[in-house]
DNA sequence: TCACGATTATTGTATATGCAACTATCGGCT
DNA sequence: AGCCGATAGTTGCATATACAATAATCGTGA
């Protein structure tokens, strides 16, 4: 291999963002779904939930607009959540919309993950230190900023 | 929904780690992999290629202690990787073991790859400041005192 | 009214991710 | 030699993720 190439492979295992970013969502992610699983939950499916409860009633594309997901993902991720009885579709008029809510299961189920969500908080806010989780808050915050609600 | 509850999931709402963080993941993840669609590669199969390279002869194990990734998942992401040509298994003593290593193409794929790498890279940097980028940095070292290779 | 572009969500396809269970092999101890 | 715990990866299963293509519906302008 010669030297510019292994100076390039250099640089980016030295310095690429989104390798490192990847690992910490991958061990973050893991304290989360370890702590939640007893529950049978996922902490990306509490994610749906939450954001599920402050609209009451839930449009897709909505919750897609806040947590950044592609609306295809959102469409089968909703599925299981369904399926356990934590969400449930509502009729609406518009027949393209497929507005959801929370269910009183799915309320409960969120009281129950409480303490379990507090103790992996507790262990990314350890790892993370306070100013890591501060600036966290500013990168969400200017992604907020970048795409608007019109 | 009453109070108690309402107020629990305006808590996770806004102070949860594991939800900004996936946010960000999801939106770096995909600046980079914009970046790289031309080239046929995302951002996930870059890390491992890069590792790889670094390795020389790459063992899973090895490779999953530093990206803190599940065997499992290796064990099947290597395989598009090898179907492209770019990594490639090498036979053992020890028939237990599958190493892989890079091949030339793939050499030469990761050097075509640097220019939508950097300018992905220029576009996460803007959006998570320097700072952030330090305290990436500081987050993935202590991962790694976290878990010393013994 | 009805034709057509816009909106909303789903489906096909491919990859990423991890747990549990399993397979194969290795190495040491008897 | 032969058993047995330890090690290295793979496979079954479930979920997460996104792009491209599609389906269904809506609203508006002719």
New interface residues.
């Given amino acids: 291999?010669d030297k510019?190439?292994t100076s390039?492979?250099?640089t980016?295992?030295r310095?690429?963002?989104?390798?490192?970013?990847?690992?910490?969502?991958?061990?973050?992610?893991n304290?989360?779904d370890d702590a939640l699983r007893p529950l049978g939950l996922k902490?990306?499916q509490?994610?749906i939930l939450?954001?599920t409860?402050?609209l009451g009633l839930a449009r897709p594309a909505q919750v897609c607009e806040i947590?950044?997901?592609d609306v295809s993902t959102l469409s089968r991720n909703v599925k299981p959540l369904q399926a356990h009885g934590w969400l449930e579709v509502v009729p609406d008029e518009d027949a393209r919309a497929q507005p959801f809510r929370l269910t009183a299961q799915g309320?409960r189920l969120?009281?129950k993950a409480?303490p379990a969500?507090e103790e992996?908080?507790r262990q990314?806010?350890e790892?993370?230190?306070n100013?890591?989780?501060a600036?966290?808050?500013?990168?969400?915050k200017?992604?907020r900023q970048t795409r608007p609600e019109a």
């Fill in positions: 291999m510019a190439t390039n492979i250099d980016i295992s310095t690429c963002i989104a390798v490192r970013l990847r690992l910490l969502n991958r061990v973050v992610t304290l989360y902490v990306s509490l994610n939450v954001v409860a402050r947590l950044q997901l309320e969120i009281e409480i969500w992996a908080q990314a806010t790892l993370l230190g100013e890591g989780v600036l966290l808050d500013q990168a969400a200017k992604l």
